[in-house]
């Protein structure tokens, strides 16, 4: 799964740039999903290669092609 910094919902994206500073998208494994309110599975909770949780909004994923 990848996804752009820019659509990091938790935690701020101001709050993690210094440890991404070089990259647009990161990738990351889904490990949970989370509501919002009666929107349910509206967030995805995603690993990431750095082992920091990040919440992000599940229409702004996108599957990435094992190659």
């Known amino acids: 799964m990848q996804f752009h910094l820019a659509d990091v919902f938790l935690p701020a994206p101001e709050e993690i740039r210094h ?14 999903f989370s509501d919002s309110g009666s929107v349910p599975k509206a967030f995805a909770v995603v690993e990431v290669i750095l082992r920091q949780t990040m919440v992000v909004p599940v229409e702004k994923l996108e599957l990435r092609e094992q190659g």
Request: aromatic share 14%.
């Open 19 to 32: 440890a991404f500073f070089d990259l647009d998208e990161i990738e990351g494994t889904i490990t949970d």
